[in-house]
């Protein structure tokens, strides 16, 4: 009995380490507006470091596709990143006032010619490149300098 729990606790390991580690993060919409970029993924890494490591090996990948982000006169960019997991949502008469009782915190996106416009307001990573050339990241409350 022993024999048979290890080999399952062994192959619930393998399946979730899988399942966390080699999913593809996908960019669904990509949007920018006078100030920042703003990126929308699915299977985004889960691990602060895991979403350093993905803007870091993606973001001339994300230049070259999008011509984004934009650099401003004093080589400053921010950029977005936004959970689209859950899917555009409908754009509804009680968003126009800042509330709703479907979704408490939506993002819209005026440029999508849909009613299916709008993802719940779910911040994965904020990246601004600012002084000294040093490039921020505000995950999860926290900022790291790199």
């Known amino acids: 009995m022993n024999k048979k729990f290890a080999i399952l606790i ?5 399946a979730l380490t899988y399942f966390f580690f080699s999913r ?5 919409y990509v949007q ?10 699915r299977n985004f890494p889960i691990t602060a470091w895991g979403k350093i490591y ?5 973001k001339n990948l ?11 006169a004093d080589g400053n960019y921010y950029v977005s990143i936004l959970d ?3 899917g555009f949502k409908k754009f509804t008469e009680a968003n126009l006032y800042s509330f709703s009782f479907e ?3 939506l993002y819209c996106f005026d440029e999508i010619k ?5 993802i719940e307001k779910s911040f994965l990573m904020l990246i601004s490149n600012g002084m000294k050339n040093k490039t921020d990241y505000f995950i999860e409350g926290r900022y790291i300098t790199k």
């Open 114 to 118: 849909s009613d299916d416009r709008c």
């Open 54 to 58: 993905w803007w870091e090996n993606h």
């Open 32 to 41: 920018e507006d006078e100030d920042s970029t703003f990126i929308i993924v």
């Open 24 to 28: 593809e993060p996908e960019i669904i």
């Open 62 to 72: 994300i230049k070259e596709k999008y011509k984004l982000p934009r650099v401003d």
């Open 84 to 86: 689209g997991s859950g």
């Open 10 to 14: 062994i192959f619930a390991i393998l």
């Open 103 to 105: 979704h408490t915190d």
